[in-house]
């Protein structure tokens, strides 16, 4: 289908599309970066056969066992693309401050002539794939098109996991426009940014020590330059979903947000649905696939990454995952920790990427049961459980389809959602931090948000284990000035009827005692967690009231069957205010980043704070 020749004219595969816009720019991208050939993706299973093969000929892909994970591939990044890069990442705005103090920033025109240098030329050599998707569902009242053109194979075989993509959502395109609407679509270019010269070979994983990283907000566009990893190449996620959504968010009166959402049912059949915002690889998709160790509690899963919510009619906040995969931490996945994780990424239909390969054929990462007694390490050097070095990048990840989720909620189906009943802000603090806090009203919660904390991961290249405030999860992926975002989270409680909007709490499953270890057994004993949680909005369950907000009242929590100790569990409820008036001056310097543009109910949140702890 693909052919490469060496002329002037890239090959194109059949024309797909009528769509003038589309046509225009794609053409326009080719005569920029002078691809070899064009592919319009079809999304079809041939099509995924001929990438896989092409990937594996380049030695990008190792093909799996199939007795093992069936249709399911191995990769190996180069050393240096292994993470989101924040300091390459820019907000484009017209205006300097619409980007705010904690985006980077340059001149929208100045930033395209500099890339527009760097794209010249830069798919010489290569495939560019032309990828028509949606964020979220075709069938949706207004839906979030997108067209991802690419130099990577790799990327287009991981976008058709992630996204709904292919000739369906270029056909919804063309029939909303042949009924006179005007279907909008987000321009995504990506390039790995490496040319290849005729007859030079190509090797496994093509990138470039510059990387860009783009959005262009007012424009509704992405520009991707230098890397292959996901968050910085798959557009549709973190570029799309999150950065460019939050500014139609904002403009539109909806919340796009890092979030997982998932649905519980108690014994006596009562559903509730919760999202959850914690910064990256703090315990999502864990949450999100949670096996419940109180029982008759069932947990189904929606979303595990990112949740788009609007107030529907009847005033509640009702949430969709745009999502079609996920995209997971692999270590520290197992049996205990995540075993619908494991089950789902059993049935194969998955990449995994920067985790060590087995001589049978299979993967193996950090945390997993069964060490081989030999494998390859994601460096490809041999490893054995006695070496010094991990077998696996700290962020190596897996990339499966949702749909293979035993217990994916069926409403995940659903364009409109499903209505919130709770919020958990949370990260990663071994101290001051307790277990779960109840906010007590919307401005409170918001203010919980705004001023979550967290140890920085190694999702993002940078120092790991550093606390920084990364308000509602969001710092790496608000698309505009933050102190715009809070006001708006302010502007939708008082916009709507806030007690229909959802409770807000915040959690932290990662405290520690004084020798270093957590406090909280964690994974699926959260569900005990979840289960005050909703006791409480049901008004079921006591609380004391402290400075910082509701805590479980002794005895309030379902402790029936943990191995945790009064002490260790005191310990992680506590709230210390010396501890407390510590962080004090760190929120304030937090705060004053904003200047004016900080909503004053946050100062005034702040002054209460600050009040309570010295009552
Ligand atoms: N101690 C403890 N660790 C947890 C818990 N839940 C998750 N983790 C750890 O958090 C890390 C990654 O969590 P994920 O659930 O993959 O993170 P995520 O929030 O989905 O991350 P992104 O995909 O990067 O946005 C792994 O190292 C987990 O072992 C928990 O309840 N307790
Ligand atoms: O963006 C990525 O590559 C993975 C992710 O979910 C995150 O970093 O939050
Ligand atoms: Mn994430």
Redesign the pocket.
């Known amino acids: 289908m693909t052919a490469t020749i060496d002329t002037d004219t890239p090959q194109t595969t059949s024309q797909p599309t009528t769509h003038a816009g589309i046509l225009a720019w794609v053409t326009e991208v080719a005569e920029l970066t002078q691809p070899d050939a064009i592919h319009w993706c079809t999304g079809s299973d041939e099509e995924w056969a001929e990438l896989t093969a092409s990937l594996e000929a380049t030695g990008t892909f190792t093909r799996l066992n199939p007795d093992v994970m069936p249709n399911s591939f191995h990769a190996a990044s180069d050393p240096t693309d292994v993470a989101r890069v924040e300091d390459r990442t820019y907000i484009c705005s017209v205006d300097e401050r619409d980007s705010g103090p904690t985006n980077n920033w340059m001149d929208p025109a100045e930033m395209k002539d500099l890339m527009r240098g760097l794209y010249a030329g830069c798919m010489r050599g290569r495939t560019m794939y032309v990828i028509p998707f949606v964020m979220g569902h075709v069938e949706a009242e207004k839906p979030m098109f997108g067209i991802e053109v690419t130099d990577s194979a790799y990327v287009t075989v991981s976008m058709r996991v992630m996204a709904r993509m292919g000739t369906e959502v270029l056909s919804r395109i063309e029939e909303l426009e042949a009924a006179g609407e005007d279907p909008q679509w987000v321009p995504a270019l990506h390039s790995v940014g490496m040319p290849l010269e005729p007859g030079q070979a190509d090797v496994a994983w093509p990138c470039n020590d510059t990387k860009y990283i783009v959005q262009f907000p007012e424009e509704r566009m992405i520009w991707s330059f230098g890397s292959g990893y996901g968050?910085n190449a798959l557009l549709g996620k973190k570029c799309y979903a999150l950065r460019i959504a939050s500014v139609m968010a904002r403009d539109e009166g909806w919340l796009a947000e890092?979030m997982?959402i998932l649905k519980l049912t108690s014994p006596q059949g009562v559903t509730k649905y919760v999202a959850a915002a914690?910064?990256?690889?703090?315990?999502?998709?864990?949450?999100?696939m949670l096996k419940p160790t109180i029982p008759g509690w069932t947990v189904e899963a929606i979303g595990?990454?990112i949740a788009w919510m609007r107030v529907g009619e009847d005033g509640r906040l009702w949430a969709v995952n745009p999502e079609f995969g996920f995209?997971?931490?692999a270590?520290?996945?197992n049996e205990h920790?995540?075993p619908h994780a494991m089950e789902t990424i059993r049935k194969g239909n998955s990449v995994f990427t920067n985790v060590a390969l087995t001589e049978d054929g299979n993967v193996w990462w950090e945390?997993l049961e069964n060490p081989p007694a030999r494998a390859t390490s994601w460096k490809g050097e041999p490893w054995t459980p006695e070496s010094d070095e991990l077998s696996s990048h700290a962020?190596s990840?897996y990339c499966t389809p949702i749909k293979q989720c035993s217990i994916l909620a069926d409403e995940y189906d659903d364009p409109r959602g499903v209505p919130i009943d709770a919020i958990l802000f949370g990260g990663?603090r071994k101290t001051t931090i307790p277990l779960v806090t109840e906010a007590r009203d919307w401005n409170h919660g918001t203010f919980m948000g705004a001023t979550l904390s967290s140890e920085t991961?190694a999702?993002a290249v940078g120092a790991v284990g550093v606390v920084r405030r990364d308000p509602m999860?969001m710092l790496p992926f608000i698309g505009y000035n933050a102190g715009d975002y809070f006001g708006h989270w302010i502007g939708m409680g008082k916009d709507h009827d806030a007690a229909k909007l959802p409770k807000i709490f915040y959690v932290n499953?990662?405290r520690r005692d004084e020798d270093g270890g957590?406090l909280?057994?964690?994974?699926g004993?959260?569900s005990r967690v979840l289960k005050w949680v909703i006791e409480r909005i049901d008004g079921q369950a006591a609380a004391v009231e402290t400075p910082i907000g509701h805590v479980p009242a002794p005895g309030s929590m379902d402790i029936d069957g943990l191995d945790v100790t009064e002490e260790q569990l005191a310990q992680a409820l506590a709230v210390d205010p010396e501890e407390w008036k510590a962080e004090i001056p760190q929120i304030q310097e937090w705060f004053e980043k904003f200047g004016d543009d900080l909503p004053a109910v946050l100062w005034s949140e702040l002054d209460t704070l600050t009040a309570r702890l010295d009552a």
């Open positions: 968050g890092h997982l914690f910064p990256s690889a703090c315990g999502k998709t864990n949450l999100a595990d990454d995209f997971g931490v270590p520290g996945t920790t995540n945390g962020n990840r990663r991961t999702a999860a499953w990662f957590f909280w057994p964690g994974f004993e959260n």
